[in-house]
């Protein structure tokens, strides 16, 4: 995408087109982007036509998750939602997360030649997603084919085949979490399903939207943040040996690949009121597209943009958004892959790609890859 993103800079860090069929504003410049994220005026909505009668479990579900409410709807479940994602309650999942890691490692170095990010990344983020919502152990396997394709219902690029899968498993999701939540109702556990129930603010569908919003927001973005980790410092080998001089650099090299190979490319927002921008007359109504893989490289703000360096000390990407929006799973993913990279550069020494070709999914919204497949030497 970083071709398309300085073919649109150069046209302005905000420009009015049609890309995909999709007409609207391209937003590319950082100061603009963080802008927009950060007006209330700018609202998000549900990315499907209104108008239709088709997919209506997936309307249904998306109409209550709080990435598509605004102004006091989205504060107050995002409130509730909160109470779930402290920075105490996260880091209390750091020994599940050093133990699962050490344990696919085992398992993978042995191997010698694996996938990335079907035998390490997968693995490890739907274990953490599910024991997060306490989704029971006799269900993880089933759990994660969810997780894989739902991704697909919030990406621009989807299709009418897509949706039609997206929406036969929203209607099963929603089946299986109203389960659940019957379950956790007679025999509350130590999650956040169990937290969400006791509390007991939110109406059966908004827990219903949240817990899978949590599936799809907070799986597939860290499943990608890992593969790309491990994929720029497959490009940047000279960078891996700077990690492995200083391992310290781990959690800076975490923050320097959100802004390099953002999992999250593209985010959109709806003008509620006629506004500027960047001295660009914006009416309401009108639809805005914020590129945030390109204005995590403005040269405006980051120098030598293109280059993936490990050393920067200041890394202000918009990869987790901004505003009311911004991540609410920003910390455990930063947990999670800072916890993936230091053990995976303790225990390995180098690493090579297996296949001459690396696959890119063809999503828009993200930047993920198809799979990984390395050969260690420890
Ligand atoms: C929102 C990125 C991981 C849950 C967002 C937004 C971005 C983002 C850009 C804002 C969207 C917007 O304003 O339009 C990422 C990336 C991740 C990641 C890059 C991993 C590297 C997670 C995790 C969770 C999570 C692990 C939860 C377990 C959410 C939720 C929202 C959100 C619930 C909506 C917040 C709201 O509407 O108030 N994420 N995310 N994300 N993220 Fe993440």
């Known amino acids: 995408?970083?071709?398309?993103?300085?073919?649109?800079?150069?046209?302005?860090?905000?420009?009015?087109?049609?890309?995909?069929?999709?007409?609207?504003?391209?937003?590319?410049?950082?100061?603009?982007?963080?802008?927009?994220?950060?007006?209330?005026?700018?609202?998000?909505?549900?990315?499907?036509?209104?108008?239709?009668?088709?997919?209506?479990?997936?309307?249904?579900?998306?109409?209550?998750?709080?990435?598509?409410?605004?102004?006091?709807?989205?504060?107050?479940?995002?409130?509730?939602?909160?109470?779930?994602?402290?920075?105490?309650?996260?880091?209390?999942?750091?020994?599940?997360?050093?133990?699962?890691?050490?344990?696919?490692?085992?398992?993978?170095?042995?191997?010698?030649?694996?996938?990335?990010?079907?035998?390490?990344?997968?693995?490890?983020?739907?274990?953490?997603?599910?024991?997060?919502?306490?989704?029971?152990?006799?269900?993880?396997?089933?759990?994660?084919?969810?997780?894989?394709?739902?991704?697909?219902?919030?990406?621009?690029?989807?299709?009418?085949?897509?949706?039609?899968?997206?929406?036969?498993?929203?209607?099963?999701?929603?089946?299986?979490?109203?389960?659940l939540i019957v379950k956790k109702r007679a025999e509350p556990g130590d999650d956040l399903i169990s937290l969400l129930i006791i509390e007991n603010d939110c109406t059966e569908d908004e827990l219903i939207s949240t817990f899978i919003l949590l599936v799809i927001a907070g799986h597939e973005t860290t499943v990608n943040l890992i593969s790309n980790t491990i994929h720029s410092f497959l490009k940047h080998p000279e960078q891996w040996e700077v990690l492995k001089r200083n391992p310290s650099l781990a959690g800076y090299a975490i923050e320097e690949v959100l802004r390099f190979e953002s999992p999250t490319q593209l985010t959109a927002r709806v003008a509620m009121k006629d506004t500027e921008v960047a001295g660009k007359h914006i009416t309401c109504g009108e639809q805005l597209y914020l590129m945030l893989g390109a204005a995590n490289r403005d040269p405006d703000v980051f120098d030598e943009p293109d280059e993936f360096l490990i050393t920067r000390k200041q890394v202000p990407h918009l990869s987790f958004g901004l505003g009311a929006h911004f991540c609410l799973g920003s910390t455990l993913a930063r947990l999670e892959a800072q916890i993936a990279l230091s053990q995976f550069s303790k225990r390995v020494h180098t690493y090579n790609q297996t296949k001459a070709e690396i696959k890119w999914r063809p999503l828009t919204g993200f930047r993920a890859l198809e799979e990984l497949r390395i050969t260690v030497q420890t």
């Open 1 to 179: 995408p970083y071709g398309l993103y300085k073919r649109l800079r150069e046209r302005g860090s905000i420009y009015k087109g049609s890309i995909l069929k999709q007409p609207g504003w391209f937003v590319t410049g950082y100061k603009e982007t963080a802008h927009i994220l950060k007006d209330p005026s700018f609202f998000t909505r549900i990315p499907l036509p209104e108008s239709t009668e088709k997919y209506s479990h997936l309307k249904q579900i998306q109409s209550k998750m709080m990435l598509y409410m605004n102004q006091e709807d989205h504060r107050k479940l995002r409130l509730l939602v909160n109470k779930g994602f402290t920075p105490k309650q996260i880091a209390g999942f750091r020994p599940l997360i050093e133990e699962v890691v050490d344990f696919l490692l085992d398992e993978l170095i042995v191997k010698e030649e694996f996938d990335v990010v079907s035998d390490f990344a997968f693995p490890l983020t739907s274990l953490v997603i599910a024991t997060i919502l306490g989704v029971l152990e006799e269900d993880r396997e089933t759990f994660r084919d969810w997780a894989a394709l739902l991704l697909q219902s919030i990406d621009f690029s989807r299709s009418h085949k897509t949706l039609e899968a997206s929406d036969q498993l929203a209607e099963e999701l929603s089946e299986y979490f109203s389960s």
